[in-house]
């Protein structure tokens, strides 16, 4: 195997992960958030079977994009890091597909995304995706919640996404996630 190809396929660890987002330029909230989400993201990869080594990179970077934007481009903006990175397509994916419950492709033309759908379609997309949702900066927040928070702002499909996310990743697990600690 050529060295290029030996980059493209090692996963980093999660010191060469934050020291990334940190050589990038992220602020330290973005750092502990990451690390918070990505902490939670492995519990839940644990309990439902998800590659758990991809979940802890996918995690700790899904934000990197945030030392650029704090916008909704910060998943494209940061996927398009990994990539430059020469970090595998699997957590570019990941990056790139984890902003709320993910968005359909009409969603993302509305908010001036590329027109292509953004929903997590992996199982580990899926893990760091609500992970994420669950951690407010560092904190852990039960999915009732986040909910409320979105039907506040009149984010119906969002929400719906989101609850059937976390529907289908409590029956994978056998535990509703809120109960994951």
Same mark, same amino acid.
């Given at each position: 195997m050529t060295r290029e190809r030996q980059r493209l396929t090692r996963l980093p660890n999660a010191?060469?992960? /934050? &020291?990334?987002? #940190?050589?990038?330029g992220c602020e330290g909230q973005v750092v502990n958030?990451?690390?918070?989400?990505s902490a939670l993201a492995v519990k839940i990869a644990r309990r439902c079977g998800a590659d758990t080594d991809l979940v802890l990179v996918g995690g700790i970077l899904h934000d990197i994009g945030r030392c650029r934007t704090h916008g909704i481009h910060h998943a494209?903006?940061? /996927? &398009?890091?990994? #990539?430059?990175?020469?970090l595998p397509e699997t957590v570019a994916a990941i990056v790139e597909r984890?902003?709320?419950a993910g968005l359909s492709e009409d969603e993302a033309s509305e908010l001036g995304l590329p027109a292509r759908d953004f929903l997590p379609l992996t199982l580990e997309e899926k893990v760091v995706a609500h992970a994420d949702n669950l951690t407010s900066g560092e904190l852990r927040r039960p999915v009732a919640d986040v909910l409320a928070a979105l039907a506040r702002r009149g984010l119906a499909g969002p929400a719906v996404r989101m609850m059937n996310l976390h529907k289908e990743l409590s029956s994978l697990c056998g535990v509703d996630?809120?109960?994951?600690?």
């Open positions: 010191d060469d992960c /934050a &020291e990334l987002l #940190r050589r990038h958030h990451s690390m918070a989400v494209v903006i940061g /996927a &398009e890091m990994v #990539r430059a990175e020469g984890h902003i709320g996630i809120d109960d994951i600690r």
